[in-house]
């Protein structure tokens, strides 16, 4: 079984401009878009309302952890689109999105419910 608990290395190169989405108090990447306003949280937007006040073409990565699952099924075309947007031609975007199907399984098994 693969280990979950390893850190990953982002692909992203040192010195380019990066962007978290939905990093939260503890952001990997700096700026950090988040809809809370608190602290490691550098813009503060709603992440369902677009465009976000981010240039076209801006970032030359963006990570997203566990927030797209966040957002409503109604907006992710167009929270897709809006990545599409501020993301540079030949720009890295990494969205990590849970299992659910795994950690379901996970627990039940686990007899954790």
Not at 9 to 32: A, C, D, H, K, M
Not at 77 to 82: M, R
Not at 93 to 112: D, I, K, M, S, Y
């Amino acid at each position: 079984m693969m280990d979950c608990s390893a850190p990953y290395s982002y692909p992203f190169i040192p010195g380019t401009r990066l962007l978290e989405i939905g990093g939260g108090s503890q952001p990997e990447v700096r700026p950090n878009l988040d809809v809370r306003r608190i602290p490691g949280v550098d813009i503060v937007w709603d992440l369902e309302s677009f465009p976000y006040p981010v240039a076209d073409n801006l970032c030359d990565g963006i990570l997203g952890r566990f927030v797209a699952e966040h957002l409503s099924w109604k907006v992710v075309d167009a929270f897709c689109a809006e990545i599409w947007r501020i993301t540079a031609p030949g720009g890295v975007v990494v969205l990590v999105v849970p299992n659910t199907l795994a950690q379901c399984r996970r627990v039940v098994g686990a007899g954790e419910f």
